[in-house]
């Protein structure tokens, strides 16, 4: 419903737009040519007005027609002037307005997102934990309630981290630690992690040992676990998820496989913006907020390194951080 709401200002807005655009163009051409007939009249009038037996006919007569071909370049100059200054304006107050809308919409969707994910990993957790008090279940179904109930605490846990660094991060309150980071032992412990959170998953790991990068250990995991678990929620439950590390001539890569649904081509430049999400906003079923590859993107840019994303064969995403 507000989703419809939205599509109806913004149509509604664009339309008193483009109508008032249409009648300062129409106000500025009905000025020249308003003008330009006074300007005519008035040429009209002198030459009237000039006798031809005086000595100086001639000449006062080519006077009176240059002034008026000088006030028509005139008007025309500065009709000129006016109308591309009016479409430069036009054309940067469209787009603004036309952000400004996205962006509301986004952060609107946002608080949408973050009171689900909220509420959601709280509710199962509690649901689980509760079970686990009134009834003696055997220890099959008690370690499957217990492991449930620690992936939403682990999901609350994320989506707070993400929230709190991204505010952060944007508000110059976060200065980055520059210090060596064993990213081989880091990724290799994490992978080892979510194998155990997610053992329905297929998982690989193909990590050089020793790598290390300057950057800051906070930020670096809140990387990895972001591109893991992006892949982790878009991708089947008993597909691969492959993790990479390497050290090459220029630099380290990391990169993240996965068998899921990939992502459009037209779609893979804006991935990386706040609040965006792939799919439509009113039939996308797979949780989220539009903050996590935002924070990875901005992340590797203060650790001066560059995040792509490519198509996986035959289908899925590869994620892909370059560390120079």
Not at 145 to 164: G, K
Not at 193 to 202: G, T, V
Request: proline residues 3%; contains cysteine.
């Amino acid at each position: 419903m507000a989703e419809i709401f939205q599509r109806k200002t913004l149509k509604l807005a664009t339309t008193v737009y483009w109508f008032l655009l249409f009648y300062m163009v129409a106000a500025l051409i009905w000025w020249f040519i308003s003008l330009q007939r006074l300007n005519m009249q008035m040429m009209k009038l002198r030459l009237i007005q000039l006798h031809p037996e005086n000595a100086d006919f001639s000449t006062l007569y080519h006077l009176v027609q240059k002034e008026a071909q000088r006030r028509t370049v005139q008007y025309i100059s500065e009709g000129s002037t006016f109308l591309l200054l009016i479409l430069v304006g036009a054309v940067f107050v469209y787009r603004v307005v036309r952000r400004q809308f996205r962006v509301q919409q986004q952060q609107q969707n946002f608080m949408m997102a973050v009171t689900h994910e909220l509420k959601t990993p709280i509710a199962v957790a509690k649901l689980n934990l509760e079970t686990l008090q009134r009834y003696s279940l055997d220890e099959e179904k008690r370690n499957r309630m217990l492991v449930s109930a620690l992936q939403e605490i682990n999901r609350l846990n994320n989506l707070s981290s993400n929230i709190l660094i991204s505010s952060q991060l944007e508000g110059g309150n976060y200065i980055p630690a520059k210090e060596e980071f064993p990213f081989s032992d880091t990724i290799i412990q994490m992978a080892e992690e979510y194998r155990h959170r997610f053992p329905d998953r297929k998982w690989e790991a193909s990590v050089q040992p020793d790598i290390g990068i300057r950057g800051d250990s906070v930020l670096l995991r809140v990387l990895i676990s972001n591109l893991v678990e992006n892949s982790v929620k878009y991708s089947q439950k008993n597909s691969l998820i492959r993790l990479e590390l390497e050290r090459e001539r220029d630099g380290v890569l990391f990169r993240i496989l996965d068998e899921g649904y990939g992502i459009p081509t037209e779609e893979k430049k804006k991935i990386f913006e706040r609040f965006y999400r792939v799919g439509n906003e009113s039939t996308r079923v797979a949780p989220g907020t539009g903050l996590g590859l935002y924070l990875c993107n901005k992340i590797a840019a203060d650790h001066g390194a560059r995040i792509t994303v490519t198509d996986n064969s035959p289908a899925g995403s590869i994620f892909a951080v370059k560390f120079s």
